[in-house]
C-alpha cells in the first residue's frame, strides 16, 4: 500500500512558474515509476509526465515539453513537477501516481495508487 499527498499548488500569472511535490508512504518508494496527471473541469484526466523508478528515464506530453520537468529524492520518498512558462490552458487539479507495473509512462489505467491532488490555476 502506498499513499500519496500532492502539495504545492496555487495560483499564479501566465509565465510564472510553480513546483508540485508529492510525498509518498512507505519503504519501497524506489520501485515505483511515478507519474503527474491533471484533469481540467469537465474533462478526462490527462497525462503529464513520468518518471522511472532510478530517475533515470522520464516521459512528458507534448504539451508541457520543454516547459515541465519531473524529478525524484528517493531518500525523501518524494517526486516533484517543476512547472515553468506556465500557460491558462495549464489550469487543471494535478495527480501523482505509483506504478507497480515497471513503467506505464502516459498510461493512467495501469497506475495503482493516487493522491488526492492539488489545484493549480494560471491566469491570463
Known amino acids: 500500500q502506498v499513499q500519496l499527498v500532492e502539495s504545492g499548488g496555487g495560483l499564479v500569472q501566465a509565465g510564472g512558474s510553480l513546483r508540485l511535490s508529492c510525498a509518498a508512504s512507505?519503504?519501497?518508494?524506489?520501485?515505483?515509476?511515478m507519474g503527474w496527471f491533471r484533469q481540467a473541469p469537465g474533462k478526462e484526466r490527462d497525462f503529464v509526465a513520468a518518471?522511472?523508478?532510478?530517475?533515470?528515464?522520464?516521459t512528458y506530453a507534448d504539451s508541457v515539453k520543454g516547459r515541465f520537468t519531473i524529478s525524484r529524492d528517493n531518500a525523501k520518498n518524494t517526486v516533484y513537477l517543476q512547472m515553468n512558462s506556465l500557460k491558462p490552458e495549464d489550469t487543471a487539479v494535478y495527480y501523482c501516481a505509483a506504478d507497480s507495473n515497471f513503467y506505464s509512462g502516459s498510461y493512467r489505467q495501469r497506475y495503482d495508487y493516487w493522491g488526492q491532488g492539488t489545484q493549480v490555476t494560471v491566469s491570463s
Open positions: 518518471i522511472s523508478g532510478s530517475g533515470g528515464y522520464t
Open positions: 512507505g519503504r519501497t518508494f524506489s520501485r515505483y515509476a
